[in-house]
C-alpha cells in the first residue's frame, strides 16, 4: 500500500479528511488528534466551508479494507 492509498478524501472536493494504516484511522485537524482502530462506521463532515459534504466510512482495520462514499 503506498501512501496515496492511506489517504481517506472527501468524496465531494478531495480534501484530505483522515488517514488510515496499520494502527488504525487518524483524524488531524489543528491540534486534534484521533486514532480509531477495530471495525467501525463513521460520518466526516468535509472541514471546507465551501464543501461540507458528509462521507460515510466503514472500516475494518484487522482486514484493512476501507469504503468511503458521499452522502445523497
Do not use: W
Request: with cysteine; hydrophobic share 35%.
Amino acid at each position: 500500500m503506498n501512501a496515496k492509498d492511506n489517504d481517506i478524501r472527501c468524496k465531494t472536493c478531495h480534501s484530505l479528511l483522515a488517514k488510515v494504516d496499520k494502527t488504525g484511522l487518524t483524524i488531524l485537524r489543528g491540534g486534534l488528534q484521533a486514532t480509531i482502530d477495530g471495525v467501525f462506521r463513521a460520518t466526516l463532515v468535509c472541514y471546507r466551508p465551501r464543501c461540507r459534504s458528509l462521507n460515510i466510512l466503514n472500516l475494518s482495520t484487522e482486514q484493512r479494507r476501507v469504503e468511503v462514499r458521499a452522502s445523497e
